[in-house]
């Protein structure tokens, strides 16, 4: 074997002795794991990630994603709660629970006036019907819940039949408004010193 020859297998072993033993440490390794190898810089590192990769990343801060969802969700539900509410029922037909007193002796000489107890009255405009005669524009109270009024005595006058006193019985109360008419209450009339 000649000197030159020799020099090169010599020089060959000491570089062989000089790599590193596992191989795994290289630029193309750096690569596959996405952390850059110390001859690569991060934006090096950015554009070379595959658009797989691209989107774990994005997958790994999902904050902004879920809270727009959540919005979303709270929006959707909110919308759907306004149109299932039903608005409160405002007006309905007036109706009486009782009246007080329910009773009274008969006679001019003995007025009386009566609360009318119940609910849907309107403010003002109430018609509160006593037997065949009519008391108009009485307002109520307390929130459309009371009206008062004084019980009619006398049957008005017809043609040639003068005024004439009611007499002792039973009379039906009604109230009428624009939201409709009550179903009648008993009011009765009995003679002077009759409880």
Known sequence: MSG???????????????????????????????????????????????????KAQTMKRPGRTVLLFTLAITCVCCSRSESRRVPPIMNGNPAIDHLDPASGWAGE?????????????????????????????????????????????MLPSSGEVPPMVLQPGEYEVRVTNANGTSEPAVFTLTRPGVL
């Open 4 to 54: 030159s020859q020799a020099a090169k297998r010599l020089f060959k072993a000491r570089r062989a002795a000089a790599e590193p033993a596992f191989q795994g440490t290289g630029p193309t390794d750096a690569r596959s794991t996405g952390h850059p190898s110390n001859d690569e810089t991060a934006g090096q590192l950015r554009h070379r990630l595959t658009t797989p990769q691209r």
């Open 109 to 153: 000489a003995y007025p009386i006036t009566v609360t009318i107890y119940g609910s849907h009255f309107t403010e003002s405009d109430n018609t509160v019907t006593f037997g065949a005669l009519e008391i108009a524009d009485r307002p109520s109270s307390t929130g459309g819940t009371q009206i008062a009024f004084s019980v009619p005595k």
